[in-house]
């Protein structure tokens, strides 16, 4: 069965930063691909950044870019979403996913999902 736990979200300040964890069971993850999404409240599941298996193929979402880093650590089966200049849409639930398919230019069709961490940016 795989499981996929996320963990690390809270309130955070506006000028602080944010580190999300992501802890994947139940598949070889070192040949799989993760990533991030996100939803505002009253807004579509958007995604945020995804990797590849061996962290060479990197996608992040327009809206993040330059702001967040994502990273994986394929002897812990983690993964991790550095967050920081923040922007009042940054304030969503936070979904990381197993299995993802992804290209240069594409996210999506995650195969396993968390439930979920809320991420709220104070102002």
């Known amino acids: 069965q795989v499981q996929v736990v996320e963990s690390g979200g809270g309130l955070v300040p506006a000028g602080g930063s944010l580190t999300l964890s992501c802890t994947v069971s139940?598949?070889?993850?070192?040949?799989?691909?993760m990533g991030w999404f996100r939803q505002a409240a009253g807004k579509e599941r958007e995604v945020v950044s995804c990797i590849g298996w061996n962290s060479v193929l990197i996608y992040y979402g327009d809206s993040v870019k330059g702001r967040f880093t994502i990273s994986r650590d394929n002897a812990k089966n983690m993964f991790y979403l550095q967050m920081g200049k923040w922007k009042p849409e940054d304030t969503a639930m936070y979904f990381c996913?197993?299995?993802?398919?992804?290209?240069?230019?594409?996210?999506?069709?995650?195969?396993?999902w968390g439930k979920g961490t809320r991420v709220t940016v104070s102002s």
């Open positions: 139940g598949l070889t993850f070192g040949n799989r691909n």
């Open positions: 996913a197993a299995d993802v398919y992804i290209t240069k230019d594409y996210c999506g069709r995650a195969e396993h």
